[in-house]
């Protein structure tokens, strides 16, 4: 690895003022190319200004203070990136993510530089992205410039693109060891939104999970389940004992017979070994694993995605909390729509009913619709499940003030009387 001073003076050279520069999310961010792009930047941008395209952050590289040089934005404000977006120096893209990899490659989304974080080459020569596909194939196509890091910590995994020596302007060893996810136990509001989720799964099931305490809590609860599978747009620890205890055989899935599926892995040690060299996982780019044909094949798709508030008819905000930019559109829309067009598939947001004594089931919104009423599946809190599909308004609410939080309700009917004369409805 060159010294710090070395390292800078060749992304010096290769970079360009006004270049837009890509990296991967979350876990798979190249630390040591970032914390160096970030420590050199005035040097490294020559007076000009870089553009950075950041989604979920899970890292301490990016500060509000470095948009003296970086001009930030992204589709989803997350983990550490809320702080860039509270600042208001994160420019949010409010796009569902199945777009992404489209608007690359047609230049409506720039992509001058790459920064990747890559496996130890196989017997072939090829490097594994390890961690990740997502939009970085297409942002490989594009780049001007590939950077990469080696990190022994990364698996080798499979995929949609892998790299050579060859294809790298600049290929570093990495100084950092890989980011592991934060773990949190999930507590009793978690634990029975999870129960209401699991009881509803079926043997043969495909899940799209995702990350945190109530993906964790769900997996958990499924030991007793035969043939399910994988297809997800993220994966974390909570995969593994279900893989090693045979019940993820992705043996009736409908597609991708005896794989997982999914486009990121974030979480920690636990979930890189079981990933190096499995032929049972392959990592995809977000064109396959977020594609409305791809999802509706799969058999008894669950897609359970999260939300920051629902309101009394299902839409659903994903994005704004108490005024401040905290989560995105994502590829909610895209899994939701995948599953309600899946053969026995459930397409469900998940929330806890209060957050610090507020109820987040409301009569309206304080934040934009990210998931149109139109796409409302089944809303789960630890109070129940309100199945909207093919429901009238009138029920809908009905169904909503049911799985709020019972000191709440009186207040969500005085409410929705109101509501439902605007909309021309009856509560009934």
């Known amino acids: 690895m060159p010294p710090a001073h070395a390292l800078a003076a060749r992304l010096q050279a290769l970079l360009r003022p006004g270049d837009t520069i890509w990296w991967g999310q979350a876990m798979a961010e190249p630390l040591t190319l970032t914390r160096a792009l970030v420590e050199h930047r005035h040097a490294i941008a020559r007076g000009g200004r870089l ?54 490659r047609a230049g409506v989304l720039a992509a001058d530089v790459a920064l ?100 964790e809590a769900v997996l958990s609860l499924l030991h007793d389940r035969r043939d399910l599978g994988l297809h997800s747009g993220a994966a974390g620890d909570g995969i593994v004992p279900l893989a090693e205890a045979g019940v993820l055989t992705n043996a009736r899935k409908g597609r991708d017979a005896g794989v997982n599926v999914t486009g990121i892995l974030m979480g920690t040690d636990v979930l890189r070994r079981w990933a190096h060299r499995n032929p049972a996982l392959a990592l995809r780019g977000t064109e396959y694993t977020h594609d409305p044909e791809v999802l509706a094949s799969l058999n008894q798709l669950v897609a359970i995605n999260g939300a920051i508030e629902v309101d009394l008819t299902g839409q659903v905000n994903a994005e704004v909390a108490g005024g401040a ?39 309206q919104l304080s934040g934009p619709v990210s998931t149109p009423r139109s796409d409302a599946g089944l809303i789960v809190t630890e109070h129940g499940v309100a199945d909207l599909r093919g429901q009238p308004l009138s029920r809908r609410v009905q169904r909503m003030i049911d799985i709020a939080a019972p000191e709440h309700r009186a207040e969500l009917e005085r409410q929705a009387h109101a509501l439902l004369r605007r909309c021309g409805a009856a509560f009934v």
């Open 325 to 363: 930019y905290v989560g995105g559109v994502g590829g909610a829309v895209d899994f939701l729509r995948g599953a309600a067009r899946s053969r026995g598939g459930l397409p469900i947001v998940v929330l806890p009913a209060t957050a610090r004594g507020a109820t987040r089931i409301v009569a």
């Open 116 to 215: 990747v974080q890559v496996s130890p080459p196989d017997e072939h020569g090829r490097h594994s992205l390890g961690l990740i596909q997502e939009y970085l194939p297409a942002v490989l196509e594009k780049a001007r410039v590939v950077i990469g890091e080696v990190n022994p910590d990364i698996p080798w995994t499979q995929g949609d693109a892998y790299l050579k020596a060859g294809d790298f302007a600049l290929l570093v060893d990495a100084e950092h060891a890989p980011l592991d996810a934060e773990r949190a136990d999930p507590g009793p509001v978690e634990q029975a939104i999870a129960r209401h989720i699991a009881s509803r799964i079926q043997d043969g099931a495909t899940l799209q999970v995702g990350i945190g305490k109530i993906p």
């Open 51 to 104: 553009r950075i395209f950041a989604s979920y952050g899970a890292s301490d590289t990016l500060l509000p203070g470095h948009a003296d040089v970086f001009d930030f934005g992204g589709c989803i404000a997350g983990g550490t990136h809320r702080r860039l977006a509270a600042a208001g120096v994160f420019d949010i893209y409010p796009g569902h993510y199945s777009q992404v990899p489209g608007f690359i």
